[in-house]
């Protein structure tokens, strides 16, 4: 494998930079010209210095580092969402099988939220097995957690449900909204934890609507609404609108909340087999329960 200074030479040349743009006031001469020969080792803080004045993330380092191919974790983690968004068990399936026993914690990890997600498609609660229980204990211990652990972690509350522990979902609920406010600024959010954000509150309304906890439901829009569509992913603001439209079926404006939910659709159809199957499901699903709600609201009002 390339070495870490080697890498750094072949993005210096392709950008044209000197060895004294890059490496003033960070190492000698001497000591670039060994590392850029993978004969020396830089620290962290070194290394971020040089990136720097290269104008190139980590990330992109890495990317570039392992010759312009993401980590195997990634790749996979891409293709279970990829397959979860097209509901394809297969590819799902497969994954699962082929980590679920890997000597790498992040693939067993990976794997297990695969099962959930399997599971999961079938039924509002899961089996939790060692592998299920171990990402559990791993994240719910933790007080923080990385940008990678805060896209696993809305399964907590899908296991939470299934360990009969559905008292514990605040308390997930809020650690996930303090780790992803770490990530944000008013000016930036330079690693779209909003869309993380808004992906954990539709998780978190479905919930509580199977639940029926339509109180908790009704007030979770506040933290929805709030969030400047303009900071938010094209994900983001589908995810927004989505919970918006369900919530007017529910609570406020049927008309509004049709209106909106058939403009999520049409967009959904221009792409032939659909791209986002969970959201043409939860559009279907939701219409007949929020029916059977407000009818069920009607024969209250006139006992």
Sequence with gaps: ?????????????????????????????????????????????????????????????????????????????????????????????????????????????????????????????????????????????????????IKFADILFVIAISKGKAELIPKIFDQFEKNCKQYISLENDPFDMLTELMNMYLTVFQIQLNLTEYDRARKLIDKVTVIDPHTLSADGRIMQQLINGVWQLYFGDETKGDQILKAIEQFERLYSPPIDHNAMGIIEIRRKLAKQYRKELGKQATD
């Excluded at 996979?76 to 969402?81: A, E, I, T, V």
């Excluded at 994954?95 to 890997?102: F, L, N, Y």
């Design 1 to 149: 494998m390339t070495s870490i200074g080697e890498t750094v030479k072949k993005i210096r040349n392709i950008k044209g930079f000197t060895q004294k743009e890059v490496y003033s006031g960070i190492v000698s001469r001497s000591f670039a010209n060994r590392f850029e020969r993978g004969l020396n080792d830089v620290s962290a803080s070194k290394l971020f210095a040089i990136l720097d004045n290269l104008s190139i993330s980590v990330n992109e380092f890495r990317f570039i580092q392992n010759d312009y191919h993401q980590t195997v974790a990634q790749e996979l983690d891409n293709r279970l969402r990829k397959a979860y968004d097209a509901h394809n068990l297969q590819i799902m399936g497969k994954i699962v099988a082929d980590h679920k026993e890997s000597p790498n914690l992040g693939l067993r990890s990976l794997a297990a939220t695969g099962e959930i997600l399997i599971e999961s498609y079938y039924s509002k609660t899961i089996t939790v097995t060692p592998e299920i229980d171990n990402l559990w204990n791993k994240l719910f211990s933790s007080r923080t957690w990385t940008i990678q652990e």
